[in-house]
T-cell receptor, first 112, second 113 residues
Framework: EDQVTQSPEALRLQEGESSSLNCSYT??????LFWYRQDPGKGPEFLFT???AGEEKEKERLKATLTKKESFLHITAPKPEDSATYLC?????????????FGKGTSLLVTP | DADVTQTPRNRITKTGKRIMLECSQT?????MYWYRQDPGLGLRLIYY???????NKGEISDGYSVSRQAQAKFSLSLESAIPNQTALYFC????????????FGPGTRLLVL
């Protein structure tokens, strides 16, 4: 069964304490891997798309990387405003065409 | 102004009632999607549409129907609401390829009593 798993479910960091979020996937026929940020009560907001193993994307304190089995979202020197839920989604080719599976998310809290 | 808008933002209804959630977009995208989000279950696809004449069922379409009134409008209906349809509902759009980068609306919080 195709699956996207994010870990940890929740993460609490002190301001400035760098860490990484993980998204592992078992889909075949990967087309793209997406990272989104979701603030409470709001819709997910697009962060990055990664297409092939070895690819990296950066935006401010965030860097996303991709291997053949997983992706990492590295957060360097986080600030309280980085607190949010981070969602991973995998686009892949299924029997009925392209499909998209979301992980359940990692809830990040950054304390001052 | 928001590119993807949803109305209403919050709705309380009773079991058995028919309700409609509306989505409009100004992004000019052909592809539109409806998702629901439940704590611990993540985002799940209800229906999607790749153009005005195209409607497809997603993972959890039972109890729901949709209407694509125009390129910019995609509505979700609950024919006879039940309590386990209490959830956060999101509309999304994408540009070219099916299920590529999704642009989400702000969501509708639905409570079915």
């Amino acid at each position: 069964e195709d699956q996207v798993t994010q870990s940890p479910e929740a993460l609490r960091l002190q301001e400035g304490e760098s860490s990484s979020l993980n998204c592992s996937y078992t889909v075949s026929g990967l087309r793209g891997l997406f990272w989104y940020r979701q603030d409470p009560g709001k819709g997910p907001e697009f962060l990055f798309t990664l297409y092939s193993a070895g690819e990296e994307k950066e935006k401010e304190r965030l860097k996303a990387t991709l291997t053949k089995k997983e992706s990492f979202l590295h957060i360097t020197a986080p600030k309280p405003e980085d607190s949010a839920t981070y969602l991973c989604a995998v686009q892949f080719l299924s029997n009925s065409g392209y499909a998209l599976n979301f992980g359940k998310g990692t809830s990040l809290l950054v304390t001052p | 102004d928001a590119d993807v808008t949803q109305t209403p933002r919050n709705r309380i209804t009773k079991t058995g009632k028919r309700i409609m959630l509306e989505c409009s977009q100004t992004k000019g995208h052909d592809r539109m999607y409806w998702y629901r989000q439940d704590p611990g279950l993540g985002l799940r696809l209800i229906y999607y549409s790749f153009d005005v004449k195209d409607i497809n069922k997603g993972e959890i379409s039972d109890g729901y129907s949709v209407s694509r009134q125009a390129q910019a409008k995609f509505s979700l209906s609950l024919e006879s609401a039940i309590p386990n349809q209490t959830a956060l509902y999101f509309c999304a759009t994408s540009r070219n390829q099916a299920f590529e980068t999704q642009y989400f609306g702000p969501g509708t919080r639905l409570l079915v009593l």
